[in-house]
């Protein structure tokens, strides 16, 4: 009964942004870490960044400082804050647990970063 919906995403220039929204529901995010994940057409998904149920982040080098994850407890909703957008940030976002469960992956929301 586990799901994530996410939504948040869309068509912008390179140097926008966007911020994404993951809605959980079936588990608590305060206490598990999380991820973004994405893939872009051709490619293997990856984490993008993580938080865990302490706050603690990660972020791999790609988005490093331009990216930020957080999450609102009340709401059991993470975030994904996206600035400074590149055309090679293009993708399908998606979130999940880290470890990822296969049987969680929601549809993800899309992501284009284009001129």
């Known amino acids: 009964q586990v799901q994530f919906v996410e939504s948040g995403g869309g068509l912008v220039q390179p140097g926008g942004s966007l911020r994404l929204s993951c809605a959980a529901s079936?588990?608590?995010?305060?206490?598990?870490?999380m991820g973004w994940y994405r893939q872009a057409p051709g490619k293997q998904r990856e984490l993008v960044a993580s938080i865990t149920g302490g706050g603690s982040t990660m972020y791999v080098d790609s988005v490093k400082g331009r990216f930020t994850i957080s999450r609102d407890n009340a709401k059991n909703t993470v975030y994904l804050q996206m600035n400074r957008l590149k055309p090679e940030d293009t993708a399908v976002y998606y979130c999940?647990?880290?470890?990822?469960?296969?049987?969680?992956w929601g549809q993800g929301t899309q992501v284009t970063v284009s001129s």
């Open positions: 999940n647990s880290y470890p990822a469960s296969g049987s969680n």
């Open positions: 079936g588990i608590i995010l305060r206490i598990i870490v």
